[in-house]
């Protein structure tokens, strides 16, 4: 029999997406042959699908799409093991597919998304087969849909390597300001906005009480560390607290296009270029793998690893 080497396991997984230790099974029943292998990990059908689910999916892809009136958004993500299955096309066009499905259906949540149909099928099925064929667990795991509520706008930012990515809904004042390309474009300038300097709240008021008293604690035990003297304390927490909003909440944000503007400016000349008062109403960030425990393998030292199992 034919050796297996490390370039044939990665090779088949390349052509066929699988997870190493399927191709390198397959290469094994096969003699080495590429093209049987091929063959086998088709017919290998949907059976160690469920086997995979216990892995950890922390890479994938997010996918956002915004209809052609800019009144719906949606932005999600679908996880995989691995970013190299990230990066299949495949892999991609099933994000892009469900991504889709949520704007046209509006599912409210992931169970409901699952039970959907789609080509066919269920959300569910459709991802289980992919699982079988690509050899790594996949979830959808969160999305968000934005339907404009009244005069407003959605804009979306998606980061180039499909990371991460952004709604955000403007209010718009009236239906005229809504369809205005300066309000359009000022609802796309929030969205990279929120993306890159990772806004949490839309403004102070809907930080919520506990955070907020959290960060007052921590800022009172810093002075008391230095040794300030409580006299002065409540001016000093206050030009902290002024500085964490900067930080945290979107409109009271410098640009990032311009650290000499705050993001309520942008707005407010806006607000007066078209003359009707902007205001934004939500935002939603996502950012792929975030608050999941990532494995910290490497492709080279996965083929390694799988060849030493022999």
């Known amino acids: 029999m034919a050796e297996i080497t490390a370039a044939m396991v990665k090779d088949l997984r390349e052509k ?96 409901a998304l699952l039970a959907s149909p789609m080509n066919g099928k269920t959300v569910k099925d459709v991802v289980t087969e992919a699982v079988a064929k690509i050899g790594e667990n996949l979830s959808i795991r969160r999305f968000s849909r934005f339907v404009a509520e009244g005069p407003s706008v959605i804009g979306s930012y998606l980061h180039g390597d499909g990371k ?22 000022l609802a ?35 002075l008391r560390q230095a040794k300030k003297p409580e006299a002065i304390w409540e001016k000093i927490l206050t030009g902290k607290l002024e500085k964490y909003f900067e930080q945290i909440c979107l409109v009271d944000q410098l640009w990032v296009k311009d650290d000499k503007k705050k993001m309520k400016a942008l707005i407010a000349e806006t607000s007066k270029k078209v003359g009707a008062e902007l205001t934004v109403r939500r935002f939603a960030r996502l950012k792929v793998g975030e608050g999941i425990e990532k494995r910290k393998e490497d492709l080279a030292a996965e083929v390694a690893k799988t060849l030493g199992s022999r």
């Open 16 to 111: 066929t997406g699988a997870g190493m230790m399927d191709c390198k099974k397959a290469l094994s029943e096969n003699g080495g042959d590429f093209a049987k292998a091929e063959d086998w990990l088709r017919l290998k059908g949907i059976s160690k699908a469920a086997s995979k689910g216990a892995r950890i999916a922390a890479e994938g892809l997010v996918a956002v799409t915004v209809a052609a009136d800019a009144r719906t958004g949606v932005v999600v993500e679908v996880n995989s093991e691995t970013d190299f299955v990230a990066r299949n096309p495949d892999f991609k066009r099933l994000t892009e597919q469900v991504a889709e499905l949520v704007a046209k259906a509006g599912p409210a949540d992931v169970p």
């Open 164 to 185: 991460l990515g952004v709604l955000v809904e403007l209010g718009a004042g009236n239906a005229a300001a809504a369809e205005n390309p300066e309000v359009q474009a």
């Open 188 to 222: 796309r300038e929030l969205a990279l906005q929120v993306a890159g300097a990772f806004s949490q709240y839309v403004s102070r008021d809907q930080v919520p009480a506990d955070v907020l008293a959290r960060e007052q604690d921590i800022f009172k035990e810093e």
